[in-house]
């Protein structure tokens, strides 16, 4: 007979840091895996063009993003998909990070890479992308980088407008109870495989949400979803017998099936409907999963405690929304982590040039607000050398030293992305000089070393000067 001790108290506040955070760099140096497997075409528009796909102004009017190249090609989709997902992020690549000190990897994953949760034929998104993922992660694993899953793309779409929710368009419908219920679904999911599949040892957290719509008044009940996706994420965990701090509950079963083990979690009355009907749902498509990959006996036969440390659930920190959104910081139990976004090139953050640009990221407030309101650890999970004026390459030195110091100030940053295209329509490497960091590597902009500095002291000149600057 097997007994899992578990309780819930949902005000951890400032018990969360004392718990597990092994996994954790003590300095986050990373890089962003995207347009990998959720594609965005303005990164490669030359690869896109000859994927099939189509440019266009606004991305809801053309094949621009994965959705609409799923309904346009039914037929040759999923081999076109695998083709680039193949060539786009490969074992060289891990080899090229590796060898520049890059610690961590955020992974942007679209709701579809849980093919069951695609209501087909209203939704359509390329298949078989799990296998390439784990692919990847094994030979991230293997060069001792750890990896974030990021859950970029969410059901019904959590932003309007983007490519980077697979499905461009201006009809947001994540903030509603059924697709709730589809990301925590897939939460379970990703939870699950992170523990049991040995692929995704690498994993040490879990992203709920990439950039929702900043408008809390627009995204209804997102703070009851935040505290749900971290009891769906500790109710795996605890039928995993991992440790929960202030949880408790009483299930038994005779059986070592995880699988039939999750299912009798599932009807335990301390966790919500909602994360009890996820848990529920999770386990026959876990099944399916584990039929395709090979991972029938870890998900249905083998003894299933696990001696890994609890995932560090995240979310964009509160300071990402405004009118009164929910404090992520409330729904913690156990480890959680916070992030955030901050890019220059759309405005309203510095006047458009050199010196307010300096002045406003050396002066940088975000990490003690966000402190302040029990948003920490922090890091900032995307940024780039993109600017709103025609940028010297003497400035891009400093561009990049100054983030990466006002960033490190923090957990750490991971920067918006690993590589871009390099083609005519890029203007050569006009796109990668500023988005790429392999590219900026190549020219110099970043160090060797990510903890190191061109000009260790460039922010010297600019604290507590912000004459220029608008915001920070």
Known sequence: MRYLVAAVSLSLLFLCEAWATATLPSKIYGVNLGSWLVLESWMLPQGWLDMGGQSCADCSTCIATESSFAKAYPDTVDATFAQHWDTWFTQDHVSELKAAGINTVRVPLGYWIVEALVDRPA??????????????????????????LDHHALPGVQT???????????????????NYHRALVWTAVMTTLSHLDSNFGSVFAIE????????????????????????????????????????????????SNFTEALSQVSTASIFTPEVKSALAEAVPILL?????????????????????ESLRTTFMDINWQYDNPPNPAY??????????????????????????????????????????????PLW?????????????NEFLYQW???????????????????????SDLTNGTSLARQWSYLEGLEMGFFTKDPSQYNNPDVCAPYINSTTTTTSS
């Open 160 to 178: 309007p407008g983007q490519q980077f929710t697979g499905n461009c368009t201006t009809d947001v419908q994540f903030y509603t109870p059924y």
């Open 380 to 392: 900032f999970g995307e940024w780039g050398l993109p600017t709103q004026f025609t940028a010297t």
């Open 400 to 422: 990049a030293d100054a983030q990466k110091w006002a960033y490190s100030q923090g957990a750490g940053w991971i920067f918006w992305n690993f590589k871009t295209e390099i």
């Open 331 to 376: 729904a913690a139990i156990g480890p959680q982590g916070y992030d955030n976004h901050l890019y220059y090139s759309y405005g309203g953050v510095a006047a458009a040039n050199p010196t307010a640009y300096l002045e406003s990221v050396c002066n940088l407030q975000r990490i003690q607000a966000d402190a302040a309101l029990g948003n920490t």
């Open 123 to 148: 939704e359509a998104f390329p298949r078989g992308g799990l296998a390439y993922l784990r692919r990847g992660l094994s030979w991230l694993q293997d060069a001792g980088i750890v990896a974030i």
């Open 288 to 308: 399916e999963i584990g039929a395709e990959y090979g991972l029938q006996t870890v998900l249905t036969s083998s003894p299933f405690q696990s001696s890994r």
């Open 208 to 255: 709920a949400v990439n950039e929702p719509i900043m408008d809390a008044d627009e995204t209804p009940d997102y703070g009851y979803f935040q505290k749900n996706f971290v009891e769906t994420v500790r109710a795996v965990e605890l039928t995993l017998g991992i440790p929960v701090p202030s949880m408790s509950l009483n299930v038994s079963t005779s059986s």
